[in-house]
């Protein structure tokens, strides 16, 4: 039996992993969840899981949740220092960070110091610290296991291959709802456009990242991290079937890649079971039912903010945070209908431009730089 906390249980990431437990009730039991705002659906985790505690967004949202669960004997806490109880669930053996944002990293190293495995679904913690994640992970002899399709595909390409010298990452994604558009036709598209992604089920932050190649830009880095390789070394291609999730070239030339139905859960459940897989009631992958899978390059002309990422992770310290705080700000502004789609990476370069760089960022100085990040968005567009 393992235990599993999990961070942002009612988002897309969450809710998946709960079906993927739910699936294999004789094998995990659910110790605690966290959850922003959306306490009804919290609620009904609590009845069908029963986990010890539970973390909210507010002291508001806490005790609405504490009337609607009276007759249960459950802990409710609140805000960061909840989110912190969650990481350090001293019943858990693993944590899945399924919340959005930067809001993730402090959990995460809460976690990792507690001696927790790690389910990653959270790319700002390695973004925004990769170095502290990864020196912290290696110093507790923890695990993590990559929960994003693309880089759960090259941590299984790469099972076996210890001896193997990685050539190249090949780094799929769906190329989003405005594949093939010009900066013409994208100043003309709505909020509504861009949460429509063709093939993935996913939160809204993700999916506008996703709408403009940010979201690719965001795994890039945390390729990075995770895999130990350069840019130079992870190709971007824009695969729109979503069949193939990601490969890794060897040096001899040979390629192994991972392919499978575009469903979550799959790169959950393995992460939960590594490295088994037993059976998991999903959409199996029918080739003929394919027929034909195509690839292309990234358009980064069009796509800003695929570029703005490589320029950030070419520079190194601080810069990657700036990218990934002026991103959130900027989609929160968009989401709040104040920005248009195509002012997102003008926003982000802005504040990337301006920043001063420091080369090997504390927590504190990330912190920081989140801030600096936020407030030059903000009033970038206050002056517009």
Not at 192 to 221: R, Y
Not at 280 to 296: P, Q, R
Not at 334 to 358: C, G, H, N, Y
Request: hydrophobic share 40%.
């Amino acid at each position: 039996m393992k235990n599993i906390a999990i961070l942002g249980s009612t988002g897309s990431i969450g809710t998946q992993t709960l079906d993927v437990i739910s699936q294999h009730k004789d094998k995990f039991k659910v110790t605690s969840l966290s959850c922003g705002r959306n306490i009804k659906l919290l609620e009904k985790q609590i009845r069908e899981f029963m986990p010890n505690f539970v973390s909210v967004y507010s002291e508001v949202e806490a005790k609405e949740l504490a009337d609607m669960t009276r007759d249960l004997d459950i802990k409710i806490f609140h805000g960061m220092d909840g989110l912190l109880e969650v990481a350090r669930d001293s019943e858990s053996d693993m944590l899945v960070t399924g919340i959005v944002g930067m809001l993730g990293i402090r959990p995460t190293l809460e976690a990792i110091r507690s001696g927790k495995d790690i389910a990653l679904a959270n790319k700002e913690t390695l973004v925004c610290a990769g170095s502290i994640v990864m020196e912290e992970a290696k110093r507790n002899e923890v695990s993590i296991i990559p929960v994003d399709s693309e880089h759960s595909a090259i941590f299984q390409s790469l099972q076996g291959e210890e001896q193997n010298r990685i050539n190249k990452i090949l780094l799929t994604a769906s190329g989003g709802p405005f594949r093939g558009y010009t900066r013409d036709k994208l100043e003309k598209v709505t909020l509504e456009d861009v949460l429509k992604n063709p093939n993935w089920d996913m939160g809204n932050k993700v999916t506008i990242d996703s709408a403009g190649l940010i979201n690719k830009g965001l795994e890039v880095m945390e390729a990075g991290w995770l895999f130990g390789v350069g840019r130079d070394r992870i190709e971007v291609v824009v695969h729109p079937e979503s069949i193939l999730h990601s490969a890794v070239e060897f040096d001899d030339g040979a390629v192994i890649g991972q392919l499978g139905a575009p469903d979550m859960r799959i790169p959950i459940q393995y992460a939960l079971f590594y490295p088994k897989r037993p059976k998991l009631m999903a959409k199996k992958l029918n080739l003929f039912d394919v027929g034909i899978m195509t690839f292309e390059r990234p358009d980064i002309d069009t796509f800003k903010g695929l570029a703005l990422a490589y320029e950030a992770m070419d520079k190194g310290g601080n810069v990657p945070t700036v990218f990934n705080a002026a991103n959130e700000c900027a989609v929160k502004l968009l989401l709040d209908r104040k920005i248009s789609f195509l002012q997102i990476p003008e926003l982000i370069k802005s504040a990337m431009d301006d920043v001063k760089i420091i080369e090997r960022p504390t927590l504190e100085d990330i912190l920081s730089t989140e801030q600096y990040a936020k407030e030059h968005v903000l009033k970038d567009v206050e002056k517009a």
